[in-house]
Structure formats: C-alpha cells, structure tokens
C-alpha cells in the first residue's frame, strides 16, 4: 500500500469535507493501515473490514482518546492506536464476560497492548464501563448482540449504554457495528446466528440520550438473507452490517 491508497481514501471522502481536510485525515487513516506492526492476519481481512471507510465515517483523527469496547483480537485498537497518534490515547475494555474463554490465560489484547505505547487495557464487566479520562469516541463491532446473551448476563443495556454515555465528552461519538439480523427479529437471533435487529439496537442506544447522527452502507449486503449463522462458509466476512454512529448532545 502507499501513495495509491491515500489518492483512493481521499477520492471517498473529498465529497464529503474540504479538500484539505479529506487528504489530511486521509494520510492518517493510510498511516494506521500501512502500520507496519500490523499482523499478515489483520491485512487479510482489510477487504472486508474495510479499515478506511471505518475510521473516516468515526472521524478518527490525532489526539482522540477511544475506547474500543469488547475489541477481539485488536485488529481496530491497532489501527486507532497508529490514528490517534502519540498525543492521542486507546483503551480497549476487555469485559470480564469474556475470560471463561481464555482458559485462565490473559485476552488477546493484553499482548497487543504491549506493541503499543498509547494503549492501556480496562478490564471489567459489562455493566461497569470507565475510563480514566473523558473520551472522544466509543467504538463496538460485530459484539452489541452477544451483550443480549445468557453468558454476558444477559446484560442490562441501559446501565451499558448509560455508561458509554457517561464515559463520553459532550458532543463524543459511540459507533456500534453488527452483523444484520431480519427486520423485525429483534433479539431473536442474537445467540443462534449472532446476529440482531437494528433496530432494537437505535431503541436501546437513544433510550440512554444518544442522537442517531449517521448510518454507513458500506458493510451492507443485500444478498446476505440473515438465515445463516455468520461463522457458516458462505456467508463469513461476508455478512449483512449495519454500521450506526450516535452523538452525546453538547449540552
């Protein structure tokens, strides 16, 4: 990757903000995907996860503190580790819920901490999301629906998104990514086929106060019926994703 990729971000985006703008977020989005710490698995899925368009849509830049809620192996808090730059800082919250997987060895992302100067794990449950100052973002991909499941609690999702809520600055971003579930299946399918309905997902999330400022298309697939569990072959990487982006009020 290198000066094709940057052209090609700023192509996207330019549309959507002064030139000047676009090609400067732009060149920090390209820097964080051409992150050389980056794993050959992390790359591998670039074609689905499309890193750019998600780092621009949550407006990314230098200086913000993220949280990367319930982050997985860490293949975004890589990325919003090199975005945010030295002056800017990621907490990845690894909930508790999660270590009867790990067979009593640490999480994945304690090592990807490690890689990374600006990084600093909060481990804790669900229901007790903090940080250690003010953030700008609260980021979520394909895990709102496993908070709905018996082995996070199942949680209660006004405390959990009331806590989002407090954790942001006024004015901060909450961007929750998941895998599509039928329209009208509400929570139906989030334990069988990991999937949930968006819907119930704008309901929860502006019941805590949160504005719905602004959805992407860019993970959606029309051709994807919602019937299969997203591990299934024929549809992994591939699925149907809603991509929502709240905004706490300034006041």
Known sequence: MGRWILAAIVAAISAAAPAHAAKSGAADVAAAINDPARPD???????YRKPAEMLMFAGVRPGMRVMDLMPGGGYFTRLFAKAVGPKGYVYPLEVTQYDTFYDGKPAPIFAVA????????????????VAPESLDLVWTSQNYHDMHNAFMGPADMAKVNKGVFDALKPGGIY????????????IRDTNTLHRIDEE???????AAGFKLVAESKVLRNASDMHTLKVFNPEIRH??????????????
């Open 175 to 186: 961007i929750v990514l998941d895998h599509a579930a039928a329209p009208g299946s509400g």
């Open 200 to 206: 119930v997902v704008k309901t929860e999330v502006e």
């Open 41 to 47: 698995a992390d790359r591998n899925l670039d074609q």
């Open 238 to 251: 591939k699925t149907d994703q809603f991509i929502l982006k709240f905004r706490k009020p300034a006041k």
């Open 114 to 129: 490690r890689e990374y100067p600006n990084v600093s794990v909060i481990h804790a449950p669900i229901e007790n999301i």
